[in-house]
């Protein structure tokens, strides 16, 4: 007798969707978590991350074995693996943008980590172009040099492979009219705002919201000229505290007795409060249910998170975030 097996087919690395609604996660190379079996509420992976490497013309991969357990997801899950290079305190963007060859090699260097490893697309977090807040080196030209990479960038990825870029939430140092027609997705990091007695991710603006709120980091980038269906809403697993309090990722915070949650129904999210002082600001379920609500009423791409692994054990957070997103119960 005749036996048919039915196999899954891998998923084609760089043929991606350009339409459809967004799930990112942040996934780091300093920890050994694995998003199992939880790809099934992921659209995307971004590695964090590469950098740019020493001689200003190249891409390093920190733990590159970690990277391709990543891509090994894409066997079975239909996930999206984007390499994201840079982060907070990731220099060498300014000298390497800041001539037309170093700009050409270090695109030419993505293309060919994109080929090697079987990724979709490269994510850049430069921190932030003319800035130096990070203890990085910039230059006022850095603004129009960013735009000038990601022109090249494209150019190297071609139209099949994910070009993206984290931007800080009042949308700040980059010129997004240059750079849209090169990019597919803008990550706004609508985190690390405000400290206590301030929210770090309020939703709306009240009295205790941070520098920007979501609804206004939103405007900014519109503002800007950046298309709503190219927005995506950062949103963190972490929370920021008072000095002393301990681990703030959301796993350790829904541990602690010794705090009591209070809810700002204006600001939509929630805060920590101990003998009567705000201690921690922070997201939970349900604010992130009013942020997806909220992600999608504005026609906003989707949302995408750091970290992964500062979830807890049930996937509270990241649930809350796929069903938001999928419309699902």
Same mark, same amino acid.
Request: charged fraction near 25%; glycine fraction near 8%.
């Given at each position: 007798?005749a ?20 799930v990112a ?7 050994a ?5 939880d790809?099934?509420v992921?659209?995307h992976?971004n ?9 200003y013309?190249?891409?390093?991969i ?10 090994e ?7 999206y ?8 305190? @990731?220099? /060498?963007?300014?000298?390497?943008? &800041? ?5 050409? +090699?270090?695109?030419? %260097?993505? $293309?060919? *980590? ?6 979709d ?24 040099n ?9 150019? @190297?990825? /071609?139209k099949?492979y994910?070009? &993206? ?5 009042? +949308?700040?140092?980059? %010129?997004? $009219?240059? *750079? ?5 997705l ?9 400290n206590p ?8 603006r ?9 609804e ?7 503002d800007?000229e ?16 008072? $000095? ?27 805060y920590?409060v101990?003998?009567?002082e705000?201690?921690?600001?922070y997201?939970?379920?349900?604010s ?21 692994r ?7 957070l990241?649930?809350?975030v ?8």
């Open positions: 007798m036996c048919m097996m039915m196999l899954m087919l891998p998923m084609q690395a760089g043929k991606h969707k350009d339409d459809g609604p967004v996660a942040y996934v780091t190379g300093w920890n978590d694995m998003p199992l079996p790809c099934s992921l659209t992976i590695y964090a991350f590469g950098k740019v490497s020493k001689t013309d190249g891409v390093t920190q733990r590159p074995d970690r990277l391709r357990q990543l891509v997801l894409k066997k079975e899950h239909e996930v693996i984007v390499l994201s290079i840079g982060g907070w305190t @990731a220099g /060498g963007f300014s000298e390497m943008a &800041s001539t037309e060859r170093r700009r050409k +090699a270090f695109a030419k %260097d993505c $293309k060919r *980590i994109v080929k090697d490893f079987g990724l697309g490269i994510d850049i977090d430069w921190e932030y172009p003319s800035c130096s807040e990070a203890g990085i080196i910039s230059s006022p030209a850095d603004i129009d960013f735009t000038l990479l990601m022109k090249e960038l494209r150019k @190297a990825l /071609g099949d994910l070009l &993206s870029c984290a931007t800080v939430a009042d +949308a700040k140092f980059v %010129d997004f $009219k240059a *750079i849209e027609p090169y990019v597919d803008v990550n706004i990091m609508m985190y690390d705002v405000g007695p301030y929210h770090h991710a309020a939703l709306y009240s009295e205790m919201s941070g520098r920007v709120t979501a206004e980091a939103l405007q900014a980038h519109l800007a950046m298309p709503v269906n190219k927005l995506v809403l950062g949103v963190p697993f972490y929370g920021r505290s008072v $000095k002393g309090f301990g681990d703030t990722a959301y796993g350790a915070l829904v541990k602690r007795n010794d705090v009591t949650r209070m809810w700002d129904d204006i600001a939509k999210v929630p920590l101990k003998d009567g705000f201690v921690c600001t997201e939970d379920a349900e992130l249910s009013w942020k997806c609500k909220f992600i999608k009423e504005k026609g906003m791409r989707g949302a995408m998170y750091w970290e992964y500062c979830d807890d054990e049930a996937g509270t990241r649930n809350a796929w069903n938001g997103i999928m419309g699902q119960p």
